[in-house]
């Protein structure tokens, strides 16, 4: 296409754009009434973000229902049955069963949780665990990037938890213990309970969120 040929195809599209006012005196006045009546439900009713919405930034409190944190079915509490035994894991967010706020509002309360055999669960885990389900933050200790995948361990058999920054893994089985990797020390692990056919927070974290090294 030639420049004048393009110059004026743009004119054409520019032309087929633009908004030409009503003829019909009428109906600009319906428009007009519509558009007002818009703006004024928009601030009658101010829009406060999920994220900010109070108790959105707080960590998972007992009795926190756990709702999916992707996928198609983002937003669905979390029953038993949805997860298979032996995983894979899925993400999850509290959300508080009153006031049905999902704590998105920080990266710190995010949780993975998997189902696995009640008997392969040391003490401690099999303490938390609810008919072998088991909670961590899905925060790596290391530089704080998200638990992504499930996959045999680098040094055995077994499936293990890992982040794929730095190649970091962590056994669920024993209370989320570093098994490979940089990380300088579990998973802080969140106790669940079972009500109501529901998976939910049986207590708050055990263990330090976040990436802080060393401890
Ligand atoms: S941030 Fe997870 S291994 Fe480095």
Request: aromatic share 2%; proline share 7%.
């Amino acid at each position: 296409m030639s420049e004048s040929n393009l110059s004026a195809s743009i004119e054409q599209i520019d032309e087929s754009r633009r908004v030409v006012p009503s003829a019909d005196p009428t109906r600009r006045t319906l428009l007009l009434s519509a558009l007002a009546g818009c703006a004024c439900l928009a601030t009658n009713e101010p829009v406060v973000a999920e994220d900010e919405q109070p108790g959105s930034n707080e960590r998972p409190q007992k009795a926190d229902l756990l709702v999916r944190a992707e996928g198609d079915k983002a937003g669905e509490v979390i029953k038993p049955d949805d997860l298979k035994l032996g995983g894979p894991p899925l993400r999850a967010w509290p959300k508080d069963p009153k006031t049905s706020v999902v704590r998105k509002g920080s990266r710190l309360n995010e949780v993975v949780i998997v189902k696995l055999d009640p008997n392969e669960l040391d003490d401690d885990t099999r303490a938390r665990a609810a008919d072998g389900i088991v909670g961590y933050s899905v925060i790596c200790t290391h530089a704080g990037c998200p638990i992504t995948a499930w996959v045999k361990q680098e040094q055995g058999d077994k499936a293990v938890l890992k982040c794929m920054c730095h190649n970091s893994e962590y056994d669920p089985r024993q209370n989320a213990q570093v098994v490979f990797g940089p990380a300088p020390r579990r998973l802080a692990a969140l106790p669940l309970a079972i009500a109501d056919g529901a998976i939910t927070v049986a207590a708050t974290f055990v263990g330090k969120v976040g990436a802080q090294q060393g401890g």
